[in-house]
């Protein structure tokens, strides 16, 4: 069973980076047609896509976000990087990740997610 684990601060302060880091355990982030996905939950909204990696190393993002986002990976480690650049206080939510499924398609596996403010 796949698990996944969010690490990275809580607190960012506008205009800088917000990088968070998922751990994998229990499958390999290179597994065909799995697709390693970043998602944010504002307050008092619904759940947003940020992007995602493929088990390929392709990226894919959100159109409203994609100039401010890049994903990335360490295979070696099994893990997949968010960066998130010149943060404001709308970017405060429960950030998420997840394992999409290509050949279901669904998103099968998530992390527990953890709380982002943007705050000075």
């Known amino acids: 069973q796949v698990q996944l684990q969010v690490s990275g601060p809580g607190l960012v302060k506008p205009s800088q980076t917000l990088s968070l880091t998922c751990a994998v355990s229990?499958?390999?982030?290179?597994?065909?047609?799995?697709?390693w996905s970043w998602i944010r939950q504002p307050p008092g909204k619904g759940p947003e896509w940020i992007g995602w990696?493929?088990?390929?190393?392709?990226?894919d993002y959100n159109p409203s976000l994609k100039s401010r986002t890049s994903i990335s990976r360490e295979t070696s480690k099994n893990q997949f990087t968010l960066q998130l650049s010149s943060v404001t206080p709308e970017d405060t939510g429960v950030y998420y990740c997840?394992?999409?499924?290509?050949?279901?398609?669904?998103?099968?596996?998530w992390g527990p997610g953890t709380q982002v403010t943007v705050s000075s």
């Open positions: 997840a394992r999409y499924n290509a050949a279901t398609p669904d998103f099968d596996s």
């Open positions: 229990g499958g390999s982030i290179t597994t065909n047609y799995r697709y």
């Open positions: 990696i493929t088990h390929s190393g392709g990226t």
